[in-house]
């Protein structure tokens, strides 16, 4: 539906057909709305009761690499010894800056492994500004260049150092993955309905959004030196590995204290705050555009009032080199 308004719709707006979700995001040029971008999202209150609700919040999405954290508790799980920029890196979707790729080199050193052990598909760095950079030096697609590599450069060095076999950590069946399938029910509380392989390579397990926020804030909640508290306390000191030095993850980690925040491809982004306060939200056609404008508006929800809301909401558009409109949340 396109309307010539800009006023967003109240907050009571429910779709009159129940299969289509409801408008999380418009996009709005010179006053006119010109396009929508819906989907489903979820918050849930510091005692994990739902308290607010778009769409269908139950149903099973691909988290992505929101279900990084969970991947990281497995290899802690399976003995892996990580802390600090490195336990943020294993739950990274880096951007690709050279302290990134530097990283990454560092721990493959550490672990005896080869930049050849990584089963990453070769590819330009994340944030586009480094792509450019990137490829203005004169490099090509490259396994360590890929967003997931720290994850995965645990994962192997996790198999490798309990005898697991190497060559097909990526398989659902190894002995590591099934430690990533314990981790993802134990801080979701549902069980994983269905497996399908991320865009790494890695399996991938789905999660309806509340089992997503409800993880999230499992790991905010978990009590200090479990595996889950652990990697929360490693992504919020770290927020720069986890994300980038221009990434929302990022500044939101650094200026909300306490805040645990990851995104995932095809537009999904959980959040959760120290006192147990969570959310989580997907739009459906992938837009990453999105993400911003929708999770500073659900933050307001929370009641969360703090600058950094106003850097994230921010997405312009351009016309002729000038801004001539934005994506602005409409709920």
Not at 17 to 31: K, N, T
Not at 35 to 59: M, N, T
Not at 280 to 292: E, M, P, T, V
Request: aromatic share 4%; glycine share 10%; net charge negative.
């Amino acid at each position: 539906m396109t309307t010539s308004t800009p006023s967003p719709p109240a907050i009571s707006r429910v779709d009159d057909d129940a299969a289509i979700r409801p408008v999380l995001a418009e996009v709005v040029r010179s006053g006119f709305v010109e396009g929508h971008h819906r989907g489903s999202l979820v918050v849930l209150a510091a005692d994990g009761s739902v308290e607010l609700a778009f769409g269908d919040p139950a149903a099973p999405v691909f988290p992505r690499s929101a279900n990084k954290p969970m991947q990281a508790v497995a290899v802690l799980r399976a003995g892996l010894d990580l802390s600090g920029e490195r336990l943020a890196l294993a739950a990274a979707s880096h951007s690709g800056e050279d302290f990134h790729l530097d990283l990454v080199r560092t721990m493959l050193d550490e672990f005896g492994l080869a930049e050849g052990d990584l089963r990453t598909p070769p590819d330009l760095p994340l944030d586009p500004v480094e792509a450019e950079e990137y490829l203005a030096s004169g490099r090509v697609r490259d396994r360590v260049t890929m967003n997931c590599s720290g994850k995965h450069a645990a994962m192997i060095a996790a198999s490798a150092a309990n005898g697991w076999p190497v060559d097909s950590y990526l398989d659902p069946a190894h002995p590591l993955q099934q430690l990533v399938l314990g981790a993802v029910e134990e801080a979701s509380g549902e069980r994983v309905a269905h497996i399908g392989t991320d865009g790494c390579g890695a399996p991938l397990m789905s999660l309806s959004l509340v089992g997503l926020a409800r993880a999230f804030r499992h790991f905010v909640l978990a009590a200090p030196g479990t595996p889950e508290r652990r990697v929360a306390d490693a992504m919020r000191a770290h927020p720069e590995y986890v994300a980038g030095t221009r990434r929302p993850d990022t500044w939101l980690m650094r200026e909300l204290p306490g805040a645990l925040s990851k995104m995932g491809a095809e537009a999904v982004q959980a959040v959760a705050l120290p006192d147990g306060r969570a959310l989580a939200f997907k739009i459906d056609d992938g837009a990453l555009r999105a993400l911003g404008p929708v999770l500073a508006r659900a933050l307001e929800l929370m009641g969360v009032d703090a600058p950094v809301l106003d850097r994230i909401r921010d997405v312009p558009l351009f016309g002729g080199g000038e801004r001539v409109g934005e994506i602005r949340a409409a709920f």
